[in-house]
């Protein structure tokens, strides 16, 4: 066996399972058709010795590790649980074994997420979550983050977009001090007679919240591409405005598709634009 279950001694020589009840259960499923052996790893009785428990986890902890990493939420379990009896910077020194940096805020941060509502939990379990949304979701209520879970986990939104949609959505709760239902239903309305499938209306529940948080700046690009549109540039040129519309100014990019054929339109270019000058002056 590649990954033998990993057994405690108690103080009365009986085995505790730490690690491992499926497998020993799969053996038990199988000994009783054929004869055969069960290994298993036996961490010997010790309670008396200082160093028993940080040992008794660390072996837990390479053990589970055998198996594959830790999702974010089993790491957070095993922290907290490791607090309630191990001094501090024997818990740091777990971190290490994760391949975590020896930083109290680590520890810290991991096992806060266990306050989150558990359809967040679950998602940062599955990965579905990234641990950065769920820290960010920590500033919800509840029942806010529960809605905010079920749009991640139903749209298959990723890193990027679950970071726009919470901060967002963050946003205008607390400008208008609603809920995330409460701006859920008002995107629905707006989209009930649409027929769309689930990433075109992932893109329309977050086009929607930038119009919400940013209607001046949605509007002036609502109004940009409109000019663009009516210019009918040519492919190879590209109107660009200034950052967020802070400036009138726009530039104009032109392709070429080598040095040669841009000395060859440079001449005409150059005297369009030298006339554009003296009609200016």
Known sequence: MLQPPLLLEKKDHTLTV??????????????????????????PFREEKPEYQLHLLTTLLQHQLLGGSLTVIEQAIFFQKATLVLEEQEVLSLLPV????????????????????????????????SQRSGKKLSRFAPVDQKQLAEVINTY??????????????????????VSVEVLLGRWQD????????????ASSLLR????????????????????CSQLQLPAGIRLEHSLSFEEEQVTLNMDFSSKEELSRIWPQLKALLNAGNKEEK
């Open 98 to 129: 994760l391949g975590l940096k020896a930083k109290p805020h680590i520890s810290g941060e991991l096992i806060s997420l266990l306050d989150l509502e558990s359809a967040v939990q679950l998602g940062l379990h599955r990965g579905i979550i």
């Open 190 to 201: 707006k989209e009930k007679d649409k027929q769309l499938n689930g990433p075109q209306r």
């Open 208 to 227: 929607w919240l930038d119009r919400e948080c940013q209607p001046r700046l949605t509007q002036a690009e609502e109004t940009f591409r409109k000019f």
């Open 156 to 177: 298959q939104l990723g890193g990027s977009k679950q970071q726009k949609l919470i901060e967002h959505f963050f946003q205008l709760t607390q400008r208008e001090q």
């Open 18 to 43: 730490l690690s491992g009840r499926r497998r020993i259960e799969a053996y038990l499923q199988v000994s009783k058709a054929q004869e055969c052996h069960l290994t298993a790893l036996i961490i």
